[in-house]
C-alpha cells in the first residue's frame, strides 16, 4: 500500500506544468518526456479508473452516489500501488453526503496546491474552455461552478464541482486539514529551480540538485509548446480556439483583461487575492 499526493488547483493554475516537472525528475531520462505521456498517476476525475474500482458504470449512477464510492476508489488505487501516487485534482476539497471527506486522509501523504492569479486565470480559462471572457470572469465568481458542461465533450471525466476560485483556495488550504504544500505559479515561474525542489522535499522524493535542475531544463514553456506544436496535446480542450501552452506569463491579465472585468474579479476575490500577495 501507498499514499497518495494531490496535486490540487483551480483549472489553468499550472497543474499541467507541474506535473510535467514530476515526470522529467522521476524519469531521469536524457531527453525531456513526451507532453502525451505524463502519467504520474492517473486523475482523481477518470472515469475509466472509477468503473474500474467502483465494478460498475459512473453514468448508471446519481452524482451523490458517484462521490460517496469515490473515496474508497482511491484508496483501492493507494492499495495497489507500489509507490507514492500523484493524483491530480481539479474538484475542490469536500465531503461526499456521508460525512466522510472525498479525499481520505488515511491514505493522503500530503497535498500541492497551486494557486494562480485569478486575473490572470481568467483570460487562460475563457480560452481554455472555448466561451467569452465576460463568461468566465463569472464562473470563476460562482459558487456552484463544475466541469459539467466540460464532461459532455469528454465523457471520461466525472463531474468535478469547483465552486468560485475563493472556494476551491479556501477549500483545500483552510478546510481540508491535509498536509499542505502551497506553490503560487508566479514563485514556480520566477524561481523554478528553488520552487520545484522544494516540492519534491515535500512530496519525499530524494532530492538531487542536478535533477531538478534538468527536470526544469526539460519542462521549460517553450519545450511545451514546442511539443504541442509538433504533435498537439491531448488534454486540450477540443473548445480551445488554439493552443493548450498558451502565454503562460504572470501579469498578462494587465493587456487581455478590460478593467471592469478586473474590478469584478477584485470585489469578489479581493480577501483571498491578498491573503496571497495578489494585489489589483
Not at 77 to 98: G, N, P, Q, Y
Not at 141 to 153: E, I, L, N, Q, T
Not at 183 to 209: K, N, T
Request: charged share 25%; aromatic share 10%; net charge negative.
Amino acid at each position: 500500500m501507498s499514499e497518495i499526493v494531490w496535486l490540487a488547483s483551480y483549472p489553468k493554475s499550472g497543474n499541467t506544468w507541474l506535473r510535467v516537472l514530476l515526470a522529467n525528475y522521476l524519469r531521469d531520462a536524457s531527453e525531456p518526456a513526451d507532453i502525451n505521456k505524463i502519467f504520474v498517476g492517473p486523475a482523481a476525475s477518470a472515469r475509466r479508473r472509477f468503473d474500474e474500482w467502483a465494478g460498475v458504470d459512473a453514468a448508471a449512477l446519481d452524482p451523490p452516489v458517484v462521490d460517496r464510492l469515490r473515496p474508497e476508489v482511491y484508496r483501492c488505487l493507494a492499495r495497489d500501488a507500489d509507490e507514492a501516487l500523484f493524483m491530480k485534482v481539479h474538484d475542490r476539497w469536500a465531503r461526499v453526503d456521508t460525512g466522510e471527506p472525498m479525499f481520505p486522509p488515511d491514505v493522503t501523504l500530503g497535498v500541492v496546491y497551486i494557486i494562480r492569479n485569478p486575473l490572470d486565470l481568467a483570460s487562460s480559462c475563457a480560452h481554455h474552455w472555448g466561451m467569452p471572457l465576460a463568461t468566465a470572469v463569472e464562473t470563476l465568481c460562482d459558487s456552484s461552478a463544475a466541469a459539467r458542461d466540460v464532461s459532455k465533450a469528454t465523457p471520461e471525466q466525472l463531474c468535478q464541482v469547483f465552486g468560485s476560485w475563493s472556494d476551491h483556495v479556501g477549500s483545500w488550504v483552510d478546510d481540508s486539514g491535509l498536509p499542505l504544500h502551497v506553490v503560487r505559479y508566479e514563485d514556480l515561474a520566477a524561481d523554478p529551480v528553488g520552487c520545484f525542489g522544494r516540492v519534491v522535499r515535500f512530496c519525499g522524493l530524494d532530492y538531487d540538485g542536478d535533477r531538478v535542475g534538468k527536470a526544469v531544463e526539460f519542462s521549460s514553456f517553450g519545450e511545451l509548446q514546442r511539443q504541442e506544436a509538433a504533435a498537439g496535446f491531448q488534454e486540450r480542450s477540443p473548445r480551445a480556439p488554439g493552443s493548450f501552452f498558451r502565454r503562460g506569463v504572470a501579469g498578462s491579465w494587465r493587456d487581455e483583461l478590460p478593467p471592469h472585468l478586473a474590478r469584478r474579479l477584485a470585489a469578489v476575490h479581493g480577501q483571498m487575492m491578498a491573503r496571497f500577495g495578489y494585489a489589483y
